[in-house]
């Protein structure tokens, strides 16, 4: 469902992502780590046709991302970290309006953008302004809108970040039930232990290189240790945040 | 403290002002000399004339002096109560005062002098004014160091009266609700003011100075009646520098200074019992209560309003964004306050040219020569719509570009998302102009038809310009949404779409309208074009109006392509954002 080749971009003299050769089946919940300027938010900013890949090639859905976008932003769904959201609108506006970019069918859209709202415990502000919305709210309603066309494959650039352990616990049930009628969920997350609870295959990306792919399993037989935390800060330099911590420790008057 | 906060400010100018690309900086560097160039000619201007003034009539100058401080101190005082606001209710650097251990005298005293320097613009006119009354007066140095006392005080009252009167609404108001009524009122204010002294200064035949002097006693009665306003003690204190009346000078000198320093002290007094609640507030917005309707998990959420249905022509995902941007427009009042001085302009122009001298001379010809300027309406109203269209977007182009939609359906859905209140707003007032001045069911019909035609073209010209330099951080605040260029090219295309389309008109008129109509349009092409009178009967006009129409519609159609391709290249890095 989604594979590149080789998928690379460079910021003038920087090199955020370096040759990606990635391969995910449909119906698989992938998570996707690295430290912060990893290269994650870009890998995924490539593949759902936000920035052009300087070199390489991506296949999403089953269509080309350098030849058919629109056939592929059809096909998938994205929340960013922060997402994408008017703030003079309601929230219910907001869901028709993306309903019409995606061209979702009249018939059925109504119950539809009800039953998402009532899902994010959002029914009862559905006609209030975004602008009004908390951040969890916000987050929230980026999640709703993601999932109007029911999307093939799924993109989330820290999808529980803000929510409140209720609704982080709808968003897991909710990508799990996806997952199992053949959703692909593409998923980055700096809060490991949802990644090693929930998804199928792990990637690590550092420095902009993929230094690991596999289940946890195989990233154990990859690097020492037990848990999916040290197995992170095996491939990605971890001794020196334990330096850091160290160093806070002494300097503690 | 206060040392350190300005220190971090300063650096955060200088990295403002220098760590920016060379075209940026040469941009900028270009942009200071015009405004160096600008406020030169200003103060020429304003010494001449009070030196002119000064030698005919005394007391008109000094009385003007203080009629004149006193109108630029209410403007840079509407000024100051808008950028207050944002400096202290919505500024980026609030949450890091408030949660770092800085008393709040310091945070009170940043603000203040941030509040002057945001005030230091609008009210350089009034230092050049105290200036060019020196110079007219030959005052010696001392006079221009007293002059730049009063003036520094005169800032800080004012900055003072700013943040008492904005922490004072702001109990009441969210900051947020505030600002966008300040920005609706600010918009009003100007526009209104900007068509009372275009009307008078287009009535007034005569000299503006021969005015002054002859109307001296008037001035004066006004200057006594603002003596006793802050702006009036300064000017008082200035004015009896040529009768050496020291102690006037001093007294209202001094008056000034201890205003300042207790509406500073109150000032402060109020920061510390208001400030934080209506910091409080500041996350409060304006929010419809959720309709009984609505309240049951949006039971109704999936219904159309009647507007989406009034839309159901178009394409699905071009509906989409139009009936987004319509529904936003009415609940944006920085983005309604736009619409006044279109409007204004196209009031105070029909109205000028339906009482010029050429209209009273040609019985019948105001209608024609006000509905040929009619479409200074949505022509100034495409610079505010269609023009930032694509920019106002802001960082949701990033939605957009997710979206599965073409370049073509994005211009497609801007085009009549701009249309619409354009057009709505242009006809309205052609209409309005057009029954005030009389004109027949044809010609109302003709003009209605003729501004629609404008219209759409004017829109189609910004519509395609959207994409040239669009500044997509602008969003929320003052900055330009679209860069300089755009604008003039926009202005330039449609000027040019005006004349040919109006030429047109003409033609066809000349050629097939009624008999009453082709007399007084040729008497009127006689008399402003007597040149293009011989060719009239020749090929030459209409060979030359398809020509021009033919290069003003390939034009249009080059920069939809260009931009359609523009969109369809679009990365989210063009929202500055980091990788």
Redesign the interface.
Known sequence: MIQTNGLT?Q?GSLT?VQGLNLTIPAGELFGFLGPN?A?K??TI?ML?????PTSGTAQVAGFDLASE???V??SIG?L?ENP??????????F?????????VPEAG??????RL??LFE????????I??YSHGMKQKIGLCSVLIHNPRVLFLDEPTTGLDPRSARVVKDVLRSLVERGTTVFMSSHILEIVENMCDRVGIINGGKLVAVGTIEELRQQAPGSSLEDIFLALTGGAEYREVAEYLREDRP | MIGILLRAKALIWKNTLFRRSRRQQLGYLAFLALVGYMAVGIFRGITYLFTTLQGAAPEAASAFLTSVLAGLVTIALFWGLGSTLGLLYTASDLELLMSAPVPPLTVYALKLLESVQSLLLPSLLSLSCLVAYGVAIGAAWPYYLLALLGFVALLLLLSALSMLAVMLVVRFLPA?RTREIWLLLFAILTTVLWGAWTLTANNSRTNMMQQLVDHQGTVSQVGRALAWSPSGWLARAMTAWPGQDWAALGLNLGLLLVVAAVAIYLGYAVYQRAFYLGWSRLQ????????PA???????????SPM?RALSLLP??V???V??DW??LP??MSRLSRLFLPIMMGVVYVYSTASSDLAKQLPGSAIWMSMALMPLVPFFMTLYQAVVSVAAEG??M?????????GLQVLWAKFWSSLGPTLLIAEVTTLVAALVLGATPGQVLLFALAVAWFTVGFVAIGIGIATLSPNFAAGAGNRRQVGVESTYLAMILSAAYWVVHLALITWLLLKAGPALTQSLLSQLVLTLLPDVVPYLDTAWPIVLLIAAEVLLWGAIAYLWRRGARWI??W???ALGQS?
């Open positions: 971009k910021y955020a300027g290269g938010t870009t900013r759902t046709g936000l920035l052009k976008p629109l056939k932003k059809a994205y960013a994408f959201l008017y703030d003079k609108l309601t929230g219910a506006e869901l028709r309006v993306i309903a019409d970019l995606y061209r859209r109504a119950q539809r953008i009800a709202l009532d959002l029914g009862n502000k559905a006609n209030e302004l602008g009004s | 947020q409060e917005q304006a929010s419809r209560r959720p309709s609505m309240e049951s998990a949006g039971q109704a959420a999936g219904k159309r989406a699905i995902q509906r989409g964004i009936s987004k529904t936003e609940r944006d960082r949701n990033g939605l957009l570009a997710l979206a599965p939609l073409s369809e290249r990365e989210i890095t990788a």
